[in-house]
């Protein structure tokens, strides 16, 4: 006597698949809390994005990048003809930057997604 197993995997894939978007959003929530502390502007711009399957954590704001990666020294050009600095004092022509070391935030936020996909996917699985 013989068997024959017809395997079908799709609703086991569905379930695996539709457990990571979850997972990301952890992942984007831990890279917002992270980028708090540094921009406000960057946190709120960060998202997930994409399709089911291929998506993203990234950020929407030119500035995310900078604090990724940190910013060499530079020189900033005021576009109208005054910059305004930070200490609210004003200056007429152009200032040199002496840069940022990096402070990346998202990077160390992907720590968390294997054992955030490993708990939504068993969840997920869980009476399968």
């Avoid at 990234?58 to 604090?67: A, Q, T």
């Amino acid at each position: 006597m013989s068997a024959t197993v017809i395997w079908r995997p799709e609703a086991f894939n569905a379930r695996l698949i539709a457990a990571a978007r979850p997972a990301a959003a952890e992942v984007a929530a831990a890279a917002r809390a992270k980028a708090a502390g540094a921009s406000k502007r960057v946190a709120a711009s960060i998202l997930v994005t994409g399709t089911t399957t291929n998506f993203i954590v990234g950020s929407r704001s030119p500035l995310g990048i900078l604090f990724e990666k940190g910013v060499g020294a530079h020189e900033i050009n005021p576009k109208k003809q005054v910059l305004k600095l930070a200490d609210g004092s004003f200056v007429t022509g152009p200032v040199r930057h002496s840069g940022m070391a990096r402070k990346p935030l998202l990077q160390p936020a992907l720590a968390p997604w294997t054992p955030a996909y490993r708990r939504t996917a068993s969840g997920a699985l869980r009476g399968f």
